[in-house]
């Protein structure tokens, strides 16, 4: 599976070619009422869509869910709930504090990734208009799980994928996770899932932003707005 530091950048923007043909020399030459439409280049296919897939990532309590749909509300785009995509024998786990191995996430990851690409595909929810883009909450902490996502955009060049990591100090997790309530995270998790955490790397991982967490959570989804308008600018110019 490649990962970002070896998938190409895909090109933003599609441009129709134009092809001359034996039939429209032959016509120019022998019938002057086809000289006209001789002059005329042949429309190009429009731009094809770029659609973005953020994925809003870090461990239990960085405040993915929170940003999530705060970048959802300000992108008028879909929100998938990572959650919701965990079979009931994961929660199972978690709330018994046993950590999840990697056997445990290859078929959550898929599904929420399957989830992403039916997002973005037009339906009767969306009135058979796709969205520009989808925000998912997952906590993606291993770069292969990164890579598990990026499958998303391969061999798809309308869609690109993005992870927007929320970098939290691991004492202020704790007592974020410790405060929850009725959720089947429980404290204990943390600590497996620092020890799991690999920070994306600025340079190898192209297509991740980091968002260092030392504010309150409006600075901080302004901030992370902030980064996702200007990754858009550049897409939009390139």
């Known amino acids: 599976m490649l990962s970002a530091g070896e998938r190409p950048q895909p090109a933003m923007k599609n441009k129709g070619a134009v092809v001359d043909t034996p039939l429209n020399i032959n016509h120019t ?97 969306n009135g058979y208009r796709p969205p520009t883009g989808v925000v998912v909450a997952c906590s993606a902490l291993k770069k292969k799980y990164r890579d598990v996502m990026r499958v998303a955009a391969y061999g798809s060049p309308a869609v690109q994928i993005h992870f927007l990591y929320l970098k939290v100090d691991p004492t202020a997790l704790l ?15 943390v600590q497996s899932q620092l020890m799991d955490l690999e920070e994306p790397v600025v340079g190898d991982e192209w297509d991740a932003l980091i968002v260092d967490v030392h504010a309150g959570q409006a600075e901080v989804l302004q901030e992370v707005i902030a980064l996702v308008r200007d990754a858009l600018v550049k897409f939009q110019h390139s």
Not at 32 to 43: E, I, N
Not at 70 to 94: C, I, R, W, Y
Not at 175 to 189: D, G, N
Request: charged fraction near 15%; include cysteine; aromatic fraction near 6%.
């Open 29 to 125: 030459t022998t019938n002057p009422m086809w000289a006209d439409q001789a002059q005329q280049q042949p429309a190009a296919h429009p731009p094809q869509q770029i659609q973005h897939i953020w994925v809003v990532t870090g461990p239990a309590g960085c405040g993915k869910s929170t940003v999530g749909r705060g970048l959802q509300e300000e992108l008028g785009v879909p929100f998938l709930e990572g959650d919701d995509f965990h079979p009931a024998s994961n929660k199972t786990k978690m709330s018994n504090g046993v950590p999840l191995t990697d056997a445990d996430r290859w078929d959550w990851l898929i599904s929420l990734r399957q989830a992403a690409i039916a997002a973005l595909s037009p339906s009767e929810a």
């Open 175 to 189: 007592q974020r996770v410790t405060q929850r309530q009725a959720h089947y995270m429980k404290s204990s998790m």
